[in-house]
């Protein structure tokens, strides 16, 4: 019997243009956890996605317990007990979260579905790792957290031995990563192991036994993680020092640029306001951060802010009252937006990358002359804007936005939106997803930003990026902004008690 | 940039070639089954009778005229995700609009007769493609509904309308449009003739060839074209980038009518000798333009080719009939080659788009695929 459960050995997979895998070894030993660590296009999803069976390498073996396997697909990858939870759900939305579970390996008798043997399997499941679920509630009405629960459950269900996390803690707040880390533990003290993907160090020392780097396509080396700091993980993976906490001075706010008063938004669901009666100011030159629990407004707000939904109230931006103006007119005049979802709003998949550089500027008498497009203008800008933010892809501007990495997909929108120079930047998770070096490239392009006199709008999930960032942090609860708080005067505990509703400041 | 879209070319152009030859082979297997005696020479007389004399290689290219229009008018909506179905119904309105101006407005001097009849052709059939865009804008209601239900208005209304303005009973059906509606010759029946029976092509096949060009470079080059696009692949994102999707649906929808409304006319002011005849069928030449944009990969250019292609085969059919074989028969084989090459390809690329989602995509990007799929299928 091999010490390893998995062992990938030389793996070599080409793209156009790129080797994503340049003989890349992995070995997964049982009953470890083993992160996979490594920069914005570095080659970790094709690795897993090889393991998967989702991609043919062109060179390599991959073995299971010491024998050499063919996997064609994921079915295969399922019979040898590989499961996968993919970074972006692969739920069937109107399915209940028990029909989901069971999809594909339904057991049936004289043509009808055995619900109930499959039901007690997945409540016992359910107890055992501590994964609660309700089965009957549909997969619309969960929350990110719980569907990935019923993705793990999928693969439990399945009684998979492997199971491979590409980014699973990317979508999810603290409080669910903590539970999930959790799980995780649970998981492999059953003898599973796993493959976890992440770009946040301190996740990997959290849970982690060893942890293998990769660089562009490259094996740098697999390490114990009790051995290294996060300091030098970050080296290894880089190839540099990495500034993991941003050097700012502090803000010298002006002039108000965006007055918000009285907004409110329909929910889509219930009859409740998603955003109800708020009203705030950004000032130029000063980072204000959104902070609250996903689900609390903050995506209605923004939503409502860039023209895309439809909302009461009044917003005014520099001196100008656009509540009624077109999405068009707001971005010509002066404002930004990372999008929260970059596969639904900020990219058009299927265009090439210089085509998505230029998606709210294509008509500007810069790259569209008389109608037409100039082409040589439009390339040499998206050339110009990839050097600069070093957007990582197999063939440069001509490169389809669909075959980019996750991370070099949300470089390229950052890169769009800051380059507009916009007088107020909405900025929606604006490091999700994006590895050590490049959040350090991206925090600092933000604050140079204020420190040129714009205004940004920051909404993060992520508790560390709230306090490192922001000047002033706006708490939103239930669709109400609950406080109005200064980052140096309130601790991590005290903010995390305004964003449960366990505490509220009257602003 | 033009590399990069040559390659993608040349690999649409094989798919389509191939799926030409399986639908060859099974129009071949059902005349065989047909009419074995004949079959093989029956299937020579389809592969070459389009080029057996001069007049018929002018016959393809006149009935190739309308269908290339259709095709192009499918081929346009399609890039902004719309499937265009109302194509028999616009032919059909811009057919009767470009008639009646042939027969009624007989003041006008003759080349402006006909591009006036032209002109009013393209209206009529913008407006009806403007109602399926309207609905599909604005409330949402699915164009395809929409557009059926648009071609058999279109097609009563014509019967109703030729009845009442322009009907000539002699001929039960509508009067001809006067000579100084008809479009050029431009010499054409000088070069394609069979002894002394000139073929019917006219200017017709030189401006769908211009339009085909036109509608290339719109969408190809022009910041028209980049909105269209991106409203076809990526709606939420096309909103987001300030783009106003109502606007180019309804747009393009009303640009696709007129394309297939200009085939209309293109094929009654040929002075071939054609009334509008009372039916209950919808146009042909309206359907066909799917077939032809599916074999021309939705590419302006590829859709002219498929277009002379689609009619090469009808007219090598009609060659066929010296077989004695029943009309019906001829169509009924070259439909299946026709419909199986398209639905081929159609196989094709809806395969391709579902191994996208496991080969071409990288892993990141894989619930978009999966919703493409979603809305591919819907
Ligand atoms: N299907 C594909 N077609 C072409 N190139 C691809 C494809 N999938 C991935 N690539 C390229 O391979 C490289 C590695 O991509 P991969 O998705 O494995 O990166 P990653 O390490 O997961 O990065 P991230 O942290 O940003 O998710 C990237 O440069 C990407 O552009
Ligand atoms: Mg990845």
């Not at chain 1, 999928?154 to 603290?174: C, G, Q, S, W």
């Not at chain 2, 001097?109 to 052709?121: G, K, T, Y």
Request: aromatic share 8%.
């Amino acid at each position: 019997m091999s010490e390893y459960v998995i062992e990938m050995c030389n793996i070599t997979k080409e793209f156009p243009g790129i080797i994503a895998n340049d003989n890349i070894t992995l070995q997964l030993r049982k009953g470890e956890i083993h992160a996979l660590l490594g920069e914005n296009g570095a080659g970790k999803s094709t690795l897993m996605s090889v393991l998967f069976g989702m991609y043919q390498p062109e060179k390599g073996v991959i073995k299971k317990d010491g024998q050499p396997v063919q996997i064609k697909g994921p079915n295969d990858a399922n019979r040898l007990g590989i499961g996968m939870v993919h970074q972006h759900f692969k739920l069937v939305h109107n399915f209940t979260v028990l029909e989901n579970i069971i999809l594909g390996v339904e057991t049936v008798k004289g043509g009808l579905l055995k619900m109930d043997d499959a039901r007690k399997k997945v409540m016992e499941l359910s107890e055992k790792y501590g994964l609660l679920v309700d089965p009957d509630a549909l997969i619309e009405d969960i929350t990110v957290g719980m569907q990935q629960r019923v993705e793990i459950l999928k693969m439990l269900y399945r009684e998979n031995e492997i199971l491979i996390f590409d980014e699973p803690t990317a979508v999810l707040t603290p409080q669910e990563i903590d539970e999930l880390m959790n799980i995780m533990k649970g998981l492999v003290k059953e003898g599973k192991s796993i493959l976890f993907i992440t770009h946040k160090l301190n996740e990997i020392k959290a849970v982690a036994d060893r942890c293998t780097v990769l660089r562009k396509g490259k094996y740098i080396g697999t390490v114990n993680v009790c051995d290294v700091t996060q300091q030098e993980m970050s080296e290894m993976m880089v190839g540099r020092k990495v500034n993991l906490k941003v050097d700012k001075e502090p803000a010298q706010p002006t002039d108000v640029l965006l007055e918000v008063k009285n907004l409110s938004v329909h929910s889509k669901h219930g009859t409740k306001n998603a955003v109800n009666n708020v009203s705030f100011q950004v000032r130029k030159g000063e980072i204000v951060c959104l902070a609250g629990i996903d689900g609390n407004g903050q995506s209605e707000l923004v939503y409502a802010l860039a023209g895309l939904e439809k909302s009461e109230g009044t917003v005014i931006l520099s001196g100008e009252d656009i509540s009624t103006e077109s999405i068009r007119y707001r971005n010509t005049h002066g404002l930004g937006h990372i999008p929260e979802d970059r596969h639904r709003h900020g990219l058009v998949l299927d265009y090439p990358l210089a085509y998505n550089m230029v998606l709210q500027r294509y008509f500007e008498p810069k790259f569209c002359n008389k109608g037409f497009l100039r082409y040589d203008e439009i390339f040499s800008y998206s050339d110009k804007l990839i050097e600069q933010y070093d957007v990582r892809s197999g063939q440069g501007s001509k490169t389809i936005a669909r075959s980019m990495s996750g991370g070099n997909q949300q470089k390229a929108i950052v890169a769009r939106e800051i380059d507009r120079d916009p007088d107020l930047l909405i900025a929606v998770q604006p490091t999700r997803g994006l590895d050590v070096g490049a959040i350090e490239y991206i925090h600092k392009e933000l604050i140079a930003q204020r420190d040129a006199g714009k205004g940004i709008l920051l909404v993060s999930l992520e508790l560390d990026e709230v306090m490192n960032l922001s000047d002033r942090i706006l708490v939103m609860f239930e669709g109400e902004i609950v406080a109005d708080l200064d980052p140096n005067a309130v601790t991590v505990q005290e903010l995390g008690l305004y964003m449960a509703g366990a505490k509220r400041e009257e602003v | 940039m033009d590399k990069f879209l040559k390659k993608e070319g040349t690999a649409s152009f094989l798919s389509a070639v191939a799926a030409v030859i399986m639908g060859l082979l099974v129009g071949l297997i059902v005349l065989l089954v047909a009419s074995p005696s004949n079959a093989l020479a029956g299937f020579g007389m389809i592969l070459t009778g389009g080029f057996s004399d001069m007049k018929n290689v002018g016959q393809v290219l006149y009935y190739a005229t309308p269908i290339i229009m259709t095709g192009l008018s499918v081929a346009f909506a399609n890039k902004t995700g719309l499937f265009n179905i109302g194509g028999a119904g616009q032919y059909m309105v811009g057919a009767f609009a470009a008639v009646y101006v042939g027969v009624e407005w007989t003041f006008l001097p003759p080349v402006l007769h006909c591009i006036v009849a032209m002109i009013a052709a393209m209206i009529a059939g913008a407006i009806w493609g403007l109602v399926p865009g309207l609905m599909k804008a604005y409330c949402n209601v699915n164009e395809v509904i929409s557009c059926i239900m648009m071609n058999y208005i279109g097609l009563n209304l014509v019967n109703l309308l030729v009845r009442q303005t322009i009907f000539d009973s002699a001929r039960n059906q509508s009067y001809w449009p006067a000579d100084s509606a008809e479009l050029s010759k431009l010499g054409f029946d000088k070069i394609f003739v069979a002894g002394a029976t000139p073929s019917s092509v006219n200017a017709g096949i030189v401006l769908a060839v211009i339009a085909g060009i036109v509608m290339y470079i719109v969408i190809d080059r022009t910041k028209f074209g980049y909105e269209l696009k991106a409203c076809g692949l990526n709606r939420e994102a096309a909103r987001y980038a300030g783009i106003n999707e109502k606007r180019s649906i309804v747009l393009s929808m009303v640009i696709a009518g007129g394309l297939a409304g200009l085939g209309g006319a293109f094929y009654y002011l040929s002075g071939a000798g054609a009334g509008i005849a009372i039916t209950e069928e919808l146009a042909a030449e309206g359907f066909n333009g799917i077939p032809v944009a599916l074999l021309g990969m939705s590419n302006p250019i590829g859709s002219v080719f498929a277009g002379i292609f689609i009619s090469y085969l009808k007219v090598g059919g009609q060659a066929m009939q010296s077989l004695g074989l029943a009309p019906e028969i001829i169509d009924i084989i070259t439909s299946v080659i026709i419909y199986f090459a398209a639905f081929a390809l159609f196989f094709k690329l809806m395969l391709a788009k579902l191994s996208a989602g496991k080969q071409k995509t990288n892993a990141n990007a894989e619930p978009v695929s999966q919703n493409a799929k979603k809305g591919g299928t819907a």
